[in-house]
Nanobody, 123 residues
Framework: QVQLVESGGGSVQAGGSLRLSCVVSRYIWSSFCMSWFRQTAGKEREGVAYITSGGTTRYADSVKGRFTISQDNAKNTLYLQMNNLKSEDTAMYYC?????????????????WGQGTQVTVSS
């Protein structure tokens, strides 16, 4: 069974930190690419960061230097460490796993999605 379960969202003041976790079922853990996306009401889902099975990472310009994506193979868990949070980071955050060999920050490359975890940053 394919499952992605996020946790770690919450409310925090600007400048604070949160760490999101996503437990991924073993069936798809070996995928080439895993990522974090976020979405606010009325807007398209935005790619935040991705990590390949080889450890290559890429970040959206808006989070570069503040967010770090990582993975723990022993725990089948994907992480997103978010530091120096800003009000514009407020969104529902989703983890996703690619369903093919292409890795990008485009939602269309990802076929497996979690249910989302809400992050709210107050200024």
């Amino acid at each position: 069974q394919v499952q992605l379960v996020e946790s770690g969202g919450g409310s925090v003041q600007a400048g604070g930190s949160l760490r999101l976790s996503c437990v991924v079922s073993r069936y798809i853990w070996s995928s080439f690419c895993m990522s974090w996306f976020r979405q606010t009401a009325g807007k398209e889902r935005e790619g935040v960061a991705y990590i390949t099975s080889g450890g290559t990472t890429r970040y959206a310009d808006s989070v570069k230097g503040r967010f770090t994506i990582s993975q723990d193979n022993a725990k089948n868990t994907l992480y997103l460490q978010m530091n120096n949070l800003k009000s514009e980071d407020t969104a529902m955050y989703y983890c996703a796993v690619a369903n093919g060999p292409v890795c990008s920050l485009l939602a269309g490359n990802f076929g497996y999605w979690g249910q989302g975890t809400q992050v709210t940053v107050s200024s």
